[in-house]
């Protein structure tokens, strides 16, 4: 028996329109030709034309993609050991270390960015890219670590012992057991980990250097002066590229699901 059947639906489909209505918005505006985003004049693809001509927006982005996969690659290698040295220790002080593991992501995003500039100031570092690369490591890492540390939490650690009992060291049995059987979680945690730095504003302000300039900065310091219909025709590019990897992603995991019923 349906409980509430139509008051549930009603208020499932109130959430989603709440929720995509301010993105609905951003992506009609980026077709408007007027300039102010007050009402909706004509059909226009002016603001792509001139996105597609800003070479200082798309350097931004260039920054930012470089920035955001560098960092999820060395994350991935960071929070992946990590998860299985922390899974295999039997220490009394693993709680304390898995706290700290994920201290990054309890910290409020401002101190953090202040410890970090205070931290690379008393080093020497020049502020730029090889700062902005640690800065964004050291809050991916978390992501991933969680993700493949759940992943092996529901292990069975049989596995790899029959593969060492079948004559493979330790490093075959981790290569050919553990990381396949954890890939999915890196991955997930990966993709979120490279969101969440394309995303960062408040750490990447306060370890950037004057001559680079990513790709949320360079919205940051526009939008002071009002959102520009530039910035919606960039975020409705966004979008829809966003929207396309998902798609694809469903579609290859379908085929994977039918491929795997037909061998059986």
Known sequence: MKRNGKFAGLYLGLMFFLMYLPIGVVVV???NESKLPVRFTRFSLQWYEKLFKN???QEALVNSLILAVLSCLISA?????????????RWKTKGVMEYISILPLMIPEIILGMVLMAFFYMLGLPFGMLTLLIGHTVFCVPYILMEVKARLAGMDPSLEEAA?????GSFRA???????LIMPAVLSGSLL???????????SIFVNGPKLSTLPIKVYTQIKTGVTPEINALCTIMLGIILLVLLLYSILG????????QEK
């Open 254 to 261: 379908k085929v994977k699901g039918r491929k795997k019923i």
């Open 193 to 203: 980990a490279f969101a969440m730095s394309m995303d960062d504003v408040v750490i």
């Open 77 to 89: 290698v960071i929070g992946t050991l990590g998860a299985v040295g922390l899974s295999r220790i």
């Open 174 to 180: 981790f290569w050919d057991i553990t990381i396949p």
């Open 55 to 57: 070479s200082a927006m």
């Open 29 to 31: 505006f980026s077709f």
């Open 164 to 168: 060492r009992d079948l004559g493979a």
